[in-house]
């Protein structure tokens, strides 16, 4: 079995290039949320990890979809206290709870409460995808359409023209099989699903699986592997919308992110080919800036993808800090793009937890392969084929500078 490593794809695909960097753009973006209100907890079985006995992530109803499946929120908690809910109804990333330099818990990602919110008239027209797991090509396929050996084929044209997160029914509406468990790292959820060949007119029978594991060291790691029966494009990543402060925006956090490029795009948002250089410009977060900073200079705010500069293993891709709680996040992945996306389209319509959500009410960092590559020669390829392994991981860790 061919091992399909995202950050060996980078390799072959830089190789002739001296770097990339795209912009994909996210539609809007929410926080996610807590466990619902009035729901009962009932443990899981109990497994052996390295170090001992160690109790699985707990569950509980969270509510009906409207075709009436009964759906479930799995809570992962670590050592320190902190946890993460995370519902099988699009694999989303519901709620947060990461402790500040005073060490008190907080939310930091937007959501809602139950699947109702997620399922809202509201929600389905902003579309913005919070927590959720996106395929079965995360970001934007130019007018719906790529050729792949020697056949053309048509998706749904979701985004003005363009189809966007796998297009009028991605992974983020699906019910994945889900299964709580341990390791020798943390509490752990698998969850798996079947893409039928044809859905959303994509070719193949796609197995995917993703691990959510909850470290002991403070992390939200995420291990994702997919195997196809046709070529088919691929681009799996998740749509947490973050907000370290808790507050109403997230204009206050520095950000740092080591890439040196980005892939200019036209009025759609498809990548033109062009690399453009971050030097000089308000895209330039090499060194610590705050989002606000230059937000004005963006037309429409950030929603961009930038190229990250180590093309292979492991590497990082952003740090971000916020200065009221002292919370702090590392992002690393062995993909070679990020979509930095800071909640443009928010407008207050949508209300989860309390909060009302609206413009810049949190930021995305999603880890990925370049917009539209189907259709970009000179792009790391996201073609999977049988016999091959996908392969990616992606870490959030949580820390705090006093």
Same mark, same amino acid.
């Given at each position: ?56 992530? &707990? ?14 929120? /799995? ?46 008239? *509201? ?32 998706? +749904? ?35 798996? /699903? ?46 947490? /919308? ?29 990548? &033109?080919?062009?690399?453009? +250089? ?14 606000? *900073?230059?937000?004005?200079?963006? +037309?429409?705010? /950030? ?20 200065? &009221? ?9 062995? *993909? ?17 937890? #309390? ?21 970009? +020669? ?20 949580? #820390?705090?500078?006093?």
């Amino acid at each position: 079995m061919t091992n399909f490593n995202r950050a060996g794809l980078l390799t072959k695909g830089v190789a002739g290039l001296a770097g990339f960097l795209s912009v994909a753009s996210c539609n809007q973006s929410a926080p996610a949320t807590e466990q619902a209100a009035g729901t009962s907890q009932t443990m899981t079985d109990t497994t052996q990890t390295a170090s001992g006995a160690a109790t699985a992530p &707990t569950s509980a109803s969270f509510g009906k979809t409207q075709d009436g499946t009964e759906v479930q929120l /799995y809570t992962l908690t670590n050592a320190h206290g902190m946890k993460v809910s995370i519902t099988n109804f699009g694999g989303t990333i519901t709620s947060l709870m990461v402790p500040d330099k005073a060490g008190k818990l907080g939310d930091v990602v937007l959501g809602f409460d139950n699947v109702n919110g997620y399922q809202s008239p *509201e929600f389905k027209k902003s579309n913005p995808y919070f927590g959720a797991l996106i395929g079965r090509y995360g970001n934007r396929i130019g007018k719906g359409k790529f050729t792949l050996d020697g056949k053309e084929y048509s998706l +749904p044209l979701n985004n003005n023209g363009n189809t966007l997160h796998g297009g009028e029914k991605g992974f983020d509406e699906k019910v994945w099989q889900a299964e709580p468990g341990t390791s020798a790292d943390g509490q752990t959820l698998k969850l798996t /699903y079947l893409s039928k060949d044809g859905e959303e007119g994509f070719p193949g029978n796609l197995n995917v699986t993703v691990v959510y594991t909850l470290t002991n060291d403070d992390a939200l790691k995420i291990d994702y592997s997919a195997s196809t029966d046709k070529a088919t494009p691929v681009n799996l990543t998740n749509h947490a /919308y973050f907000n370290l402060s808790g507050g109403k925006d997230v204009l206050g956090h520095e950000v740092t992110m080591p890439a040196d490029r980005y892939t200019v795009v036209d009025a759609g948002l498809i990548p &033109t080919g062009e690399l453009r +250089p971050v030097k000089g410009t308000p895209f330039d977060f090499t060194s610590a800036h705050t989002i606000g *900073e230059r937000i004005g200079q963006v +037309p429409g705010g /950030y929603d961009h993808n930038w190229v990250l500069n180590q093309a292979s293993g492991s590497h990082a891709a952003a740090t971000v800090y916020e200065p &009221t709680t002292g919370r702090t996040m590392e992002v690393t992945t062995t *993909e070679p793009g990020l979509q930095f996306y800071t909640g443009n389209f928010l407008d207050g319509t949508l209300k989860g937890k #309390g909060n009302t959500y609206g413009k810049h009410a949190g930021f995305c960092m999603e880890t990925q392969h370049f917009p539209d590559s189907p259709n970009q +020669p000179k792009f790391p390829s996201t073609i999977l084929k049988p016999g091959e392994t996908l392969q990616s991981t992606t870490t959030y860790k949580f #820390g705090v500078r006093q």
